[in-house]
């Protein structure tokens, strides 16, 4: 019986995901509505067993989850959609992994699903994938040793992106994200505030802007901080389509004709960036964090977002699997698999990871 379920195979990042289960040696199975389609995915990917589910069915993925001890969910946005992965879970009880980025919906997980995933005795794992598994890290080794740090962490990221990281985008640019402000949560949103980020070399000192990035929901997790801000690095464009277009945005998507609008537009990109973009595109994240103990810098950067998405799903769902596992509740990335895990998975990954501290 297979250890591991991969729901929303035949996706962008679904499909990713399998070759790098199938080529870590991973005992999985992938569902989907589509047999067909998930058929043709199991050839190429050592013939895992095929098993049909859709969402907003959760008695039939329930059904799938037989016999499996992980679900990784790829099926977004996940604010719309994601539910039914994490409904079947909890009944099946089986640990969850998502790769989302929605800050939103983690925040709905960690407070209506918590207790629920604790009494069952599993982990539920929202963003397992890039960027939050990047992010988590370099949070947790820049506060490493600091009582009531405090935070920021800015993202510089490649532009080209799947038309389901497209979809969850235009609900995270819109939504309500939290910061942490003398310990307390905080409401922020796109654009708030503006800074100047001493992103390391070769990109050097960036503009950025305030965002509401999935981190600041999760870091606050496990990590003691007396104040944490998440940002964005821009360029001008972007910088005066989040000041300008942002309102647009919140009114042509207030009613189902403008979301309906955005939806269809959505819908004729193209399903995802090639192998030549994927590859190209080079990111970095740095988390700087200072107390009355001193100061830490940590940045992390790479290439190939969709990429490391599958590879940290399939290295998470693998570290769930083994015996001894014992993390139950909603858990960061870094809370379920360890820092010291990921260090290793970096390393693999051509992923650098440069500390700057004070001495």
Not at 132 to 139: S, T, W
Not at 248 to 263: D, H, M, Q, S
């Amino acid at each position: 019986m297979p250890d591991i379920l991969l729901f929303g195979a035949t996706g962008y990042t679904g499909r990713l995901t399998a070759h790098a289960l199938a080529r870590r040696g991973a005992d999985f199975a992938i569902a989907g509505r589509s047999r067909e389609r998930l058929e043709a995915l199991a050839a190429e990917t050592g013939n895992p067993d095929v098993r049909i589910a859709a969402v907003g069915d959760v008695d039939a993925l329930v059904a799938a989850l037989r016999d499996v001890k992980v679900m990784i969910t790829c099926v977004g946005p996940f604010g719309e959609l994601g539910w039914t992965a994490v409904d079947a879970a909890l009944r099946a009880r089986v640990h969850y992994i998502d790769s989302t980025g929605e800050g939103t919906f983690i925040r709905q997980m960690i407070d209506t699903r918590m207790e629920a995933a604790r009494n069952a005795g599993i982990a539920m794992v929202s963003a397992m994938g890039f960027d939050e598994v990047p992010a988590d890290a370099a949070a947790t080794i820049a506060t490493e040793g600091m009582k009531a740090a405090d935070l920021v962490l800015t993202y510089a990221m490649p532009t080209a992106g799947s038309r389901g990281t497209v979809r969850s985008a235009v609900g995270i640019i819109g939504s309500e994200g939290a910061w942490v402000a003398d310990g307390e949560r905080i409401p922020i949103r796109a654009g708030q505030e503006q800074r100047w980020s001493p992103m390391p070399p070769p990109l050097g000192p960036k503009p950025a802007v305030a965002f509401p990035l999935a981190e600041g929901q999760l870091a606050p997790l496990h990590l003691n901080l007396h104040s944490l801000k998440t940002f964005l690095t821009t360029d001008p464009m972007t910088k005066q389509l989040i000041r300008f277009g942002l309102p647009v945005l919140k009114l042509v998507t207030g009613n189902a004709a403008g979301r309906g609008a955005v939806k269809a537009v959505v819908d004729r990109l193209p399903e995802g960036p090639n192998d030549r973009q994927r590859h190209k595109g080079r990111w970095t994240i740095l988390a700087e964090a200072s107390s009355p103990d001193g100061w830490r810098n940590v940045a992390l950067s790479g290439r190939d977002v969709y990429g490391l998405t599958a590879e940290f799903l399939s290295a998470g769902a693998l570290a769930l699997t083994e015996p001894g596992f014992d993390v139950t509740g909603v858990v960061s990335p870094v809370q379920a698999v360890g820092i010291e895990r990921w260090r290793k998975e970096f390393v693999d990954l051509d992923v650098v990871v440069d500390t700057y501290e004070q001495r």
